[in-house]
């Protein structure tokens, strides 16, 4: 009979446990959203955030699953009551006539994929939101400069765009290129590689990533039209703390609405005070999520 007792105890013991494991399992949590203030807010409250806006810049962390199903979240709801723009980073501007082309049907898949320069994770993480642009309808523009042309200001400086050809310079925003003194993005990142990175000279740095920055913000603001939403995908870095994109698209147009989304990744997807600075919107995805490349 004791034993039995015995193993009536344990039995109960182990349910119980079960039941706490379950529970705690239950509590796991892959995302949360916030807004500018610290609030966790449904998905629904962040499209009403965007409804009204202009642009939408979503900044990214690029291997990361939850941006980019969130990425097909938003344009599939802003779809449903907005006229839309798409366009991203990931897209050089002399990719626009082969991007076009795909729109269009012209092309195949294998063509778009050998002479777009894509990005490793293309087919995860970006083709679906090109496929979104097909079967909504909507253009998708190539916004970056090429990246060649990035490198060459890292190296020689901005003033060096002058030297290049009228054809080069017709994948890039009007000339010279002037980098704001007052963008907290720019001083971030000056601050955080010190005065020189192997051997390159610091203010080249920063001049390289504003052309990409100010070349972004041009194609935007070339190809916004009334009632329209552009939404635009890159790397966080380029519009964190209003800055990069932001800056250059204000200066173009200061009555904008513009709607930054900032995506980071935090353990229990929490957030700091200081992030809340950040954006407009915060994602929080959990640091054990894991990874597209």
């Given at each position: 009979m004791r034993q039995i007792q015995?193993?009536?105890?344990?039995?109960?013991?182990l349910s119980l446990f079960a039941a706490f494991y379950v529970s705690e399992a239950q509590e796991v949590t892959a995302y949360n959203i916030y807004n500018s203030k610290g609030k966790q807010i449904s998905f629904e409250k962040s499209i009403k955030l965007m409804h009204d806006a202009?642009?939408?810049?979503?900044?990214?962390?690029?291997?990361?699953?939850?941006?980019?199903?969130?990425?097909?979240?938003?344009?599939?709801?802003?779809?449903?009551?907005?006229?839309?723009i798409l366009g991203a980073e990931?897209?050089?501007?002399?990719?626009?006539?082969?991007?076009d082309e795909y729109l269009a049907d012209q092309i195949k898949l294998d063509h778009l994929?050998?002479?777009?320069?894509?990005?490793?994770?293309?087919?995860?993480?970006?083709l679906p939101l090109i496929e979104a642009a097909i079967e909504y309808s909507v253009p998708f523009i190539a916004t970056n400069v090429p990246r060649r042309y990035a490198?060459?200001?890292?190296?020689?400086?901005?003033?060096?765009?002058?030297?290049l050809s009228d054809e080069a310079k017709s994948f890039l925003p009007p000339l010279p290129l002037k980098v704001p003194e007052n963008d907290t993005g720019y001083a971030e990142m000056a601050e955080m590689m010190g005065g020189h990175r192997h051997g390159m000279d610091m203010s080249n740095m920063v001049a390289a990533q504003a052309i990409k920055d100010y070349t972004m913000a041009w194609n935007i603001h070339q190809n916004l039209h009334e009632d329209a939403v552009f939404l635009h995908f890159h790397?966080?870095?380029?519009?964190?703390?209003?800055?990069?994109?932001y800056t250059y698209l204000k200066q173009m147009d200061p009555e904008l609405n513009i709607v930054?989304?900032?995506?980071?990744?935090?353990?229990n997807c929490h957030i700091e005070e200081s992030d809340t600075k950040q954006a407009d919107?915060?994602?929080?995805?959990?640091?054990?999520?894991?990874?597209?490349?």
């Open positions: 015995i193993m009536r105890l344990l039995l109960f013991g202009d642009v939408v810049l979503f900044g990214e962390l690029h291997n990361n699953p939850i941006c980019h199903w969130l990425q097909l979240e938003v344009v599939q709801a802003l779809n449903a009551d907005r006229k839309m990931m897209f050089e501007t002399d990719d626009q006539v082969v991007v994929k050998k002479e777009a320069k894509v990005w490793p994770n293309f087919e995860t993480d970006y490198s060459y200001v890292a190296k020689n400086g901005p003033e060096a765009l002058a030297q790397g966080t870095f380029h519009s964190h703390l209003y800055s990069g994109i930054v989304i900032h995506s980071l990744e935090q353990d919107i915060i994602i929080s995805v959990n640091t054990d999520m894991t990874k597209t490349y």
